[in-house]
């Protein structure tokens, strides 16, 4: 089956320890994003990669960290500067690098529950 | 500040009615345009894109473009409890630069049986 898988679903940390998210896609697709999602609130953009070995930040990259080193994976890592790091994180994929329509449809993965206390 | 805007709601249809949910954006150059449907706990679902100005109907669904207006909206025909979630619009930014989206707020929408 084709999709986008994040592990864990659910994970617990302690305050000043870096934890990593997992994101695989088997879509093929070219681009792939971190988003955070607070109670109540929208999904803000925190890193985003149109292509392997290259990413940018988002609205809110304080305290975060990715990497693209192959297609299919693009791992977060929520570092002790995150201030507020409790979210439901979701990582979503597209397939094109630029284009028009369809290029820009993203699709996410069932979303990691982070709580850090 | 691009923006894309929703009322929160909750927007309450009875069953077997028409759901409207709107969403207004302030990109000019905006072209893609996505509906993506949230269940409470869960990731979003993508369930309708448009591209042109005008209708487009998938099943229940419809999807209704006026970029003069810059005013997308989705009508849910034959509301079903089931489509009890939230709605987010979420809006291509950039001109196409990049791949990002601009996501609203969402809008609740409440189905009572």
């Known amino acids: 089956d084709g999709g986008i898988t994040q592990s864990p679903k659910y994970l617990f940390r302690k305050e000043g320890q870096n934890v990593t998210l997992s994101c695989e896609q088997n879509?093929?697709?070219?681009?792939m994003y971190w988003y955070r999602q607070d109670p109540g609130q929208g999904l803000r953009l925190i890193y985003y990669?149109?292509?392997?070995?290259?990413?940018q930040k988002g609205d809110i990259a304080e305290g975060y960290s990715v990497s693209r080193e192959k297609k299919e994976s693009f791992p977060l890592t929520v570092t002790s500067a995150q201030k507020n790091p409790t979210a439901f994180y979701l990582c979503a994929s597209s397939p094109g690098v630029r284009g028009i329509g369809p290029s820009y449809e993203q699709y996410f993965g069932p979303g990691t529950r982070l709580t850090v206390t | 500040q691009k923006e894309v805007e929703q009322n929160s709601g909750p927007l309450s249809v009875p069953e077997g009615a028409i759901a409207s949910l709107n969403c207004t954006y302030s990109?000019?150059?905006?072209?893609?345009f996505f509906w993506y449907r949230q269940y409470s706990g869960k990731s979003p679902e993508l369930i309708m894109s448009?591209?042109?100005?005008g209708d487009k109907e998938d099943g229940r669904f419809t999807a209704q473009l006026n970029k003069a207006s810059q005013y997308v909206s989705l009508l849910i025909r034959d509301s079903q409890p089931s489509d009890s979630a939230t709605y987010l619009c979420?809006?291509?930014?950039?001109?196409?630069?990049?791949?990002?989206?601009?996501f609203g707020t969402g809008t609740l929408l409440a189905v009572q049986p």
């Open positions: 990109d000019r150059v905006s072209q893609s």
């Open positions: 879509l093929n697709h070219d681009a």
């Open positions: 448009i591209y042109s100005n």
């Open positions: 979420a809006v291509n930014i950039d001109g196409g630069a990049t791949n990002k989206l601009i």
């Open positions: 990669s149109q292509i392997v070995n290259d990413f």
